[in-house]
């Protein structure tokens, strides 16, 4: 279980190694989430219209280890961009991955770029 | 600069720091901490809440970094093993020495464990520290893996922290066992009666309990296997948690001489300073008018006393009479007991009230005037205690006849215990923080918190037990009020409305989308509140079905099913009235074989199948409507089921046909979203079997008609459904039935279930009667036309996504990938299969 969560690191934007195309714009759903795969990997990703913004994080809810924030609904609390879990409505940030609940959990977040309508997500591996 | 050092960093010892911190500028005092523990002070009051969470740091009173920031030096893990009184230092076990001016000893207690022949064996723990639970945890899941079957494990003592750890035994799956020496529970707060009666409530909840057992001997080679009462008097236990009450850790006092009591404990005055002028104690160590309290609130205090003594403040000493009023849930019950509990004759009497139907008691004790309210004991409902125990602090008025405190005045409009904004400023309202009436007030009058969190983040009060926040949400509202400002139940964030008003705005403004109305209305992005809200709004007033605006349904609407635990879900076909052809029971049965999915029997009369992953869920739907199954609606906020008893078609005692009725109003309101789920039962006679009063709208079948009932729910508050009209043709009671539900719909808050609907209406049953059956209103037409309009805008909407193509998108787990998640795990239980626990 450990390693599960383990592989989940927040890259930043200055140690990307890899821009991996995931699919196109108009694949993905608006104000709502969708889960890619990347090797091992589950990236949610998310596409505000409201702000025309994209954010991506891990798929695992680091609370019950579960495969399911892509299925989360998103929004904001006080103007910062979140996810809410759907299966125990933790909030996390889609900036910086913290728990908007207070609690240790955090999560990894992944820059994501839109170029030709095609939609990228940054790996450092 | 002068150095003080701090023995013990529990909660007690933590506070020291956090008033002196508060009460002293920077740089003045060094403050140094030592701990025995390996985290920072936790939340010992609700230790019991680590059973469920598992988690420590939710429990921490202040972060590491805290400690830092406020330069104070803690170090944990570290036992100070003597002090030298004369040179002013201590030692710590690592033989490191440290000076001090002044020394703080808060080292607090630790459990006692009688000298119990056998006592040292395996399995036998105590219920004190985080390090005692993860110990007594893992124990637990060794035996379960170990042993099948029903698992006895025991709790030595009665008492408060007892019945907690009571509880976690139970939540831990075992068969719990209270074995108490004294002939009754919570002997230090209850009477005999009163304790009577919580023993009755817990042992419903199987919870067993033992009086006046003194055990002999705990059985067993080197593992526990029972325990000994007398000779042939014992029972069969595989663990056993001792929670037999405290004693003082005053073993540093031996090492400088201070003056201890015969029983443990160091000797105090009401400075809180030892026999050494210069060391000081508080909290369960302390010894003060001959009494150790083992409550966390008079601790506060001696912090507080404490502190103030060393910075100078030498006026604020420790009062004479320490409040041990408490009031604390207790594995789901209500127990409090205040002031004095047991009543001397010679000093007042007693009025007594007890319901054992209900499992309630109450006792006040009142001075022989009639005028003061002495002390009493609430069990299974406390809800007055906030009240009661102001009116004993501050010896306000009580009624002329006392008894009316406890039943109530007959007769009378409104409470004889009168408002929260009676009480004096100076009443203290939380014992833990001491803050007053008059603090909370003030934050609001002078310091412009206008709302609970505000207070709360100022004042502090609520932040510690908690008991108090039924009475400070009560004040925080009663002040915004008193100053004409409005105390507003808005959705969230984004919207300044509440639901009621949403509806309203929506519907008058033909607002047709979510992005329109925050737009409009609201603000930012939105959040998983309002998102779903303003969904089941449009649903309630166009019948749009979920997938018309996917983004801002609720997950389980999202995907039509029902999100479980690991992540996958279940599939509830409707089933109307429960009623089902052998044929379509074994398509049913066919298909839930094909996708190897756990099936059960639901509450509801119909069949729940689990574990289908996300891209099976179309697949499945398509053979179910093929079928001639539809949508169950089991995943959304709507008409779940009606259940039917079988009715007079073949029951001889049936007076009407109940499931051709229960089917015609299932079909009529499937698929119709309201603020929170919703119920209906239809019984053929007044034996019920269809349980209609459990629900949010019974039918009973009486001579001459129908009977119906509304507003009852089953779930963790049980609530039966009051009668609201009778003798009812089959026309009247559908009419009747709109008008309740469209009515209901429109003015429920989110998430509101009838029975609480009810409850805050204004006016209760009757005004729903004069809007519903008089039309006082004059809308009754208007609530039938809306819901005939849904009734006729129906779809299955299972039926649209697996017809549309781009709805049957939606169903993969991966956008770039035809994998499936290979996350889940299935362990087989009972020839079928479950998720992998957690």
Known sequence: MQNLIEQYQTVSKNRIKTWFKVGKTEDFPVNSGACIKYKTKQIAVFNFTINNKWYACQNLCPHKMEMVLSLGLIGDKEGIPKVACPLHKKNFSLEDGSNMGGDDLKIAIYPVKIENENVYIGFED | ?838
């Open chain 2, 1 to 838: 600069m002068k150095k003080i050092i701090v023995v013990g960093n529990g909660m007690v010892g933590y506070k020291f720091c956090e008033k002196f911190i508060n009460l002293t500028k920077e740089n003045t005092f060094k403050l140094i901490v030592f701990g025995e523990e390996p985290r920072p002070a936790y939340d010992r009051v609700h230790l019991s809440e680590f059973f469920e969470n598992r988690n420590a740091k939710a429990l921490e009173m202040a972060s590491l970094e805290w400690y830092k920031s406020n330069n104070i030096d803690l170090i944990t893990n570290t036992r100070v093993a003597s002090i030298h009184s004369i040179s002013k230092t201590i030692e710590t076990i690592n033989e490191e020495v440290y000076s001090y001016d002044y020394l703080v000893l808060a080292t607090g207690s630790s459990a006692f464990v009688p000298p119990i022949k056998g006592v040292e064996k395996e399995g036998v723990f105590v219920y004190r520290t985080i390090e005692d639970l993860e110990d007594t945890l893992a124990y637990a899941d060794k035996l379960k893996k170990k042993k099948s079957g029903v698992i006895k494990a025991a709790v030595l003592g009665g008492g408060l922290l007892g019945l907690e750890a009571a509880k976690a035994v139970k939540d831990m799956g075992f068969e719990p066992h209270v074995v108490e020496f004294a002939p009754k529970l919570m002997p230090r707060q209850l009477d005999s009666r009163g304790s009577k009666v919580l023993k009755e409530k817990i042992e419903s909840l199987g919870i067993h309990v033992h009086l006046s057992k003194a055990t002999n001997k705990i059985l067993g080679e080197d593992i526990i296997t029972g325990m000994e009462f007398g000779e042939y008097d014992k029972i069969d236990v595989n663990m056993l948690v001792v929670s037999a009450g405290i004693r003082p850790r005053d073993e540093l006092a031996k090492t400088c001489n201070l003056e201890t009591g015969t029983r443990g404990g160091i000797i105090v005055n009401n400075k809180m300073q030892t026999s050494d002028p210069t060391i000081y104690a508080i909290g369960e160590v302390a010894l003060y008018n001959d009494m150790i309290y083992g409550l966390v609130a008079p601790g506060y205090e001696m912090a507080d006393v404490a502190v103030n003594q060393i910075i100078g403040n030498s006026d604020v000493i420790m009062g004479n009479n320490i409040d041990m009023s408490t009031k604390l849930k207790l594995i789901g019950v209500d127990v409090a007991s205040y002031g004095e509990p047991f009543m001397p004759v010679e000093r007042g009497y007693s009025i007594i009230y007890e319901n054992k139907t209900k499992n309630l008691y109450k006792r006040i004790n009142v001075s022989h005037d009639g005028k003061k309210l002495l002390g009493g004991i609430l069990v299974g409902d406390a809800s007055d205690y906030n009240m009661f125990h102001q009116i004993y602090l501050n010896g306000l008025p009580i009624p002329e006849d006392a008894e009316e405190l406890i039943i109530g005045s007959r007769g009378k409009e409104g409470s004889s215990i009168g408002s929260v904004m009676d009480i004096p400023d100076a009443a203290q309202v939380c014992s833990c923080e001491s803050i007053t009436k008059g603090d909370i007030c003030n934050a609001i009058r002078e310091e412009g918190c206008n709302n609970l969190g505000e207070v709360i983040s100022k004042t502090k009060a609520t932040s510690g037990c908690g008991g108090c926040k039924p009475m400070v949400v009560d004040l925080v509202n009663e002040t915004l009020k008193s100053m004409g400002k409005s105390v507003k139940a808005t959705l969230c964030e984004h919207f300044n409305y509440n639901r009621q008003e949403l509806y309203d705005l929506i519907k008058v403004n033909k607002i047709e989308n979510y992005n329109d109305a925050l737009t409009k209305f609201g603000k930012g992005f939105g959040c998983e509140v309002c998102k779903p809200t303003i969904a089941s709004i449009f649903a309630s007033i166009n019948m749009e079905t979920a997938n018309k605006q996917v983004a801002i349904q609720d997950t389980n609407d999202r995907f039509l099913a029902n999100i479980q635990r690991n992540g996958t879900y279940s599939v509830v076909p409707r089933i109307p009235g429960g009623e089902i052809t052998p044929d379509k029971l074994i398509r049913i049965g066919q298909i839930g074989k094909k996708y190897d999915l756990y099936t059960k029997i639901t509450g509801g009369q119909r069949i729940d199948l689990f574990g289908a992953q996300l891209h099976q869920l179309p697949d499945i739907w398509k053979e179910l409507i093929d079928a001639g199954f539809e949508s169950g609606h089991a995943y959304g906020k709507s008409l779940r089921t009606v259940k039917s008893c079988v009715g007079s078609t073949w029951c001889r005692y049936g007076m009407h046909e109940s499931v051709t009725f229960a089917i015609e109003i299932e079909n009529r309101y499937r698929g119709l979203r309201s603020p929170h789920k919703f119920k209906g039962g239809v019984s053929g006679c007044i034996r019920e079997c269809a349980e209609a009063r459990g629900k949010d709208f019974g039918l009973i079948a009486v001579e001459g008609g129908w009977n119906l009932y509304i507003c009852g729910n089953g779930g963790a508050t049980p609530r039966h459904a009051v009668l609201f009209a009778e003798q009812l043709d089959n026309k009247t009671a559908i009419k009747y039935l709109d008008r309740f539900l469209m009515f209901y719909i429109r003015t429920a808050g989110p998430l509101v279930r009838t029975a609480p609907w009810l409850d805050k209406l204004d006016g209760g049953l009757a005004y729903v009667k004069e809007v519903v059956i008089e039309d006082s209103l004059g809308i009754a037409e208007q609530l039938e036309n809306e819901m005939q309009e849904l009734v006729n805008k129906y779809q299955c909407e299972w039926k649209q996504a697996i017809e549309d193509p781009k709805i049957k998108k939606r169903f993969k787990h991966f956008i770039n990938s035809d994998d499936t998640d290979d996350n889940l795990v299935f362990v087989p239980m009972r020839d079928q299969k479950m998720p992998k626990p957690w």
